[in-house]
C-alpha cells in the first residue's frame, strides 16, 4: 500500500498519526508528569533540548511496552507544529503491525527482525534507512535489548542480565543488541541514554508486557513511573570496540569519562 501513496498522501497521513495518537500519549503524559504526580521524567526539558538538536539517537530500556509511548507522548505538544522534528523514528519488530504493514510508515517506524534465520535482509535495510534518518538531523529511538527486559527467548531460556548499583538503587537490563556505537560513529549522531523505571512491572501477571494491561495495573495501584534522561555524548573510537555483548554491557555500566552514561542515569 504504501508504495502506491504519493509522498504528500504519505506526509498527510503520517502528520495526522502525530496529531491523533501523539496527541493521546502527550495529553497522558502531560496530565500524570503535571498533575497526578505518577509519571516523574527528571531532565525532561534536555529531552526536548536534545531532539530540538537534531541528528539523535535516545538510547532507552525496554521493561514494558508502556515507555515507547511516554518517550512519544513527551514530544507533546511541539509534534504539532513540527511534526518531522518532534516525531521520532522507532525501530520495532517486524512482527508488530503484522498484516498492516502500512502502518510502518505512517508511525515513522523502522522494521527490524529478531529471528536470526530470516533477520540479515530486514536488518541491512533497517540499518540504511536508520543512517537516512540520521544524516537528515532527524531523531531515532532505539530499544537495544532486543525485547522487552524480562521477556524470554524463543527457546524458553532466559537472557543474559546485567545489573548495577545506581544512586542507591538496583537497575537491571538485558543483553544489548546491536551496536550503537558504530551507527553514530557513522553519522556524527549523539547518544542519549533515558532509563525507564517500571519497578511494579514484574508483579503483573503473563502476559505482562500488553500495553494495556501494564496501564490498567499502573492506574489502579497508583505507582510512579520514572522516565530519567541521561547526558547525551558522542561515542569514540573507544566505544567502537564494544561490540561484544559482554564488552558493551561492562561499559555501559564502568565508563568513567562519561559517567557511566548508558541506562544508568
Not at 10 to 34: E, N
Not at 160 to 185: C, D, F, S, Y
Request: glycine residues 6%; hydrophobic residues 35%.
Amino acid at each position: 500500500m504504501a508504495g502506491i501513496l504519493t509522498r504528500p498522501l504519505q506526509a498527510l497521513v503520517t502528520y495526522v498519526t502525530a496529531l491523533t495518537v501523539g496527541s493521546i500519549c502527550g495529553l497522558f503524559v502531560q496530565y500524570h508528569y503535571r498533575y497526578t504526580g505518577l509519571l516523574q521524567i527528571p531532565g525532561y526539558d534536555r529531552y526536548l533540548t536534545e531532539i530540538k538538536q537534531g541528528r539523535l539517537i535516545i538510547a532507552s530500556n525496554h521493561p514494558s511496552l508502556v515507555e515507547p509511548m511516554l518517550l512519544l507522548g513527551m514530544c507533546w505538544p511541539h509534534v504539532l507544529w513540527r511534526p518531522l522534528t518532534f516525531f521520532p523514528f522507532s525501530m520495532p519488530d517486524n512482527r508488530q503491525f503484522r498484516g498492516y504493514e502500512w502502518l510502518y510508515w505512517c508511525s515513522h517506524s523502522i522494521p527490524v527482525s529478531r529471528d536470526p534465520d530470516r533477520s540479515k535482509a530486514i536488518n541491512d535495510s533497517a540499518k540504511a534507512k536508520a543512517k537516512a534518518v540520521l544524516t537528515k538531523d532527524l531523531t531515532l529511538i532505539v530499544h537495544p535489548e532486543g525485547g522487552c527486559t524480562d521477556s524470554l527467548h524463543k527457546d524458553g531460556s532466559r537472557p543474559e542480565m546485567v545489573t548495577a548499583e545506581v544512586r542507591g538503587q538496583t537497575r537491571t537490563i538485558r543483553e544489548i543488541r546491536g551496536n550503537l556505537p558504530e551507527l553514530a560513529i557513522q553519522t556524527g549522531a549523539r547518544i542519549l541514554p533515558v532509563f525507564g523505571g517500571v519497578a511494579f512491572i514484574s508483579e503483573i501477571p503473563q502476559p505482562y508486557n500488553r500495553l494495556f494491561a501494564v496501564l490498567k495495573y499502573w492506574m489502579r495501584h497508583r505507582m510512579v513511573v520514572t522516565i530519567q534522561v541521561g547526558e547525551s555524548y558522542h561515542p569514540d573510537k573507544k566505544d567502537r570496540r564494544l561490540n561484544s555483548i559482554k564488552n558493551w554491557n561492562k561499559g555501559c555500566f564502568t565508563h568513567k569519562r562519561h559517567n557511566c552514561r548508558f541506562f544508568i542515569y
